[in-house]
């Protein structure tokens, strides 16, 4: 493990294993031109709750590596997109790396480190099934698999910008059962 360790540099950082075949890593910040994929799983955030100002100085301004979602892509890493911030809504998280908006200045941080709305949408959806160790029961839509889907009142591929975080769901079904809304 040390010698993978030394692979990453983190910020507020810190691995756990569960399974050592795919450990989790978690960090604020990940820097160094060394970052391989050696089969983890990363517990990325996709947004910030209070002003990523105050993020960028603990970790001396480095906002291309803050929240490292294009690298961690570009390097092969599985990642999901972790929801369990204030609020817990997927579709802020969804917003937030694909705009990289800063909550309160509205100011851009780390353009390069920007997801397409199809690769946001995968960290959301296969990427989490992936993370929570779920990816044979969940994460795409495929005979055999849980049926876990929301219905939106939006298209969240075609949607300006601006109102990428604010589509309302109309239907959730978990386990192929409705358990919000009604068909």
């Known amino acids: 493990m040390d010698e993978i360790a030394a692979d990453w540099i983190f910020v507020n950082g810190r691995i756990l294993t569960l399974d050592r075949r795919r450990p989790t890593v978690s960090?604020?910040?990940?820097?160094?031109?060394r970052v391989t994929g050696w089969g983890a799983r990363a517990d990325v955030r996709g947004y910030l709750w209070r002003s990523a100002a105050e993020e960028v100085r603990k970790v001396g301004g480095a906002a291309e590596t803050l929240l490292p979602h294009r690298s961690l892509l570009r390097?092969?890493?599985?990642?999901?997109?972790?929801?369990?911030?204030k609020p817990a809504d997927p579709w802020l998280a969804f917003a937030a790396v694909v705009s990289r908006r800063d909550m309160t200045s509205g100011e851009v941080l780390g353009q390069g480190e920007r997801l397409t709305r199809m690769q946001a949408l995968h960290a959301l959806t296969v990427g989490g099934a992936w993370v929570t160790f779920a990816e044979r029961e969940?994460?795409?839509l495929a005979p055999g698999r849980m049926a876990d889907l929301a219905v939106l009142d939006r298209d969240p591929l075609a949607l300006p910008l601006e109102e990428l975080a604010?589509?309302?769901?109309?239907?959730?079904?978990v386990g192929g059962r409705v358990v919000h809304g009604d068909v």
């Open 138 to 140: 969940r994460g795409v």
């Open 27 to 33: 960090a604020l910040a990940v820097g160094g031109e």
């Open 75 to 85: 390097h092969r890493i599985a990642f999901g997109l972790a929801t369990d911030n």
């Open 166 to 173: 604010s589509p309302s769901c109309r239907l959730t079904m």
